[in-house]
């Protein structure tokens, strides 16, 4: 028996990876377009790591990480 | 000026993860074949990521830390 369903899980890693990422973001006070910029990152790639629905992979999270000045691991904190 | 270079980089992010996961593998007694099995994923995945040859992706970053008992968090100290 499965709980409620949504059209996004709101469990996936996916998902909570996403929501810590854009929460880290703005805590840096970057908009998408900075950190983008700062990462070398696609501005469109961004915003859909942060709703969700990419299954980002270890150097596209180092890369998140160097431009916020955070350690990879502090990304994976929510998980 | 690059430093002495070698066939994989160790500053490498894949190199450092694989280190890394090896060693919580071992620390947690058990085997490649262990841990894939734990986890799902094949031996001879499991094996290129340790090697540092695998760029690996949240969920199975996710898998292999629920496999170990240990956060996702967890497997990227090192980084």
Known sequence: MSS???SINQTDPRV???RQLAELRRQA???QEALALESGLARSYLGSVERGQRNI???NICRLAAALSLRPSDLLQAL
Do not use: E
Request: proline share 0%; charged share 10%; hydrophobic share 50%.
């Open 4 to 6: 409620t369903k949504s």
């Open 16 to 18: 909570v990876f996403g």
């Open 29 to 31: 006070g970057m908009s």
């Open 57 to 59: 992979a270890l150097l």
